[in-house]
């Protein structure tokens, strides 16, 4: 079970177990953390932006055109480590990825 550390918008870090098969952002709001997902991970809100620490950005899948155009309409939108949290599905190899919650829109 992958470890996911997150840091919230009052600068908190949260270690939150998760489960294969989820996606990060159904991780952070099963956690409570303030993530509004409105759309439920269909990528078309982009209330679920997170940073992606640096060491970590390339153990990603790379972001789909979609997902980077959504994102990098945010008016928090930072390049290389904004991510929608959606779009991230949780696997082993990512245990300890560490992210921090964006800024709401
Ligand atoms: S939950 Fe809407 S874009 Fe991620």
Redesign the pocket.
């Known amino acids: 079970m992958p470890t996911i550390i997150a840091i919230d918008r009052a600068g908190q870090e949260h270690r939150l177990a998760a489960d294969t098969g989820q996606s990060l952002?159904q991780v952070l709001r099963d956690n409570d953390l303030d993530v509004m997902?409105?759309?439920?991970?269909?990528?078309?809100?982009?209330?679920?932006h997170v940073y992606v620490a640096d060491d970590w950005l390339t153990a990603l899948d790379p972001q789909a055109p979609d997902e980077r155009e959504?994102v990098q309409d945010s008016p928090h939108f930072r390049a290389g480590p904004s991510r929608?949290?959606?779009?991230i599905p949780v696997t082993d190899r990512l245990d300890g990825l560490r992210v921090t919650l964006a800024p709401e829109d």
Do not use: D, N, R, V
Not at 84 to 87: D, K, N, P, T, W
């Open positions: 952002m997902a409105i759309c439920g991970g269909c990528c078309s809100c982009a209330t679920c959504l929608l949290s959606c779009q």
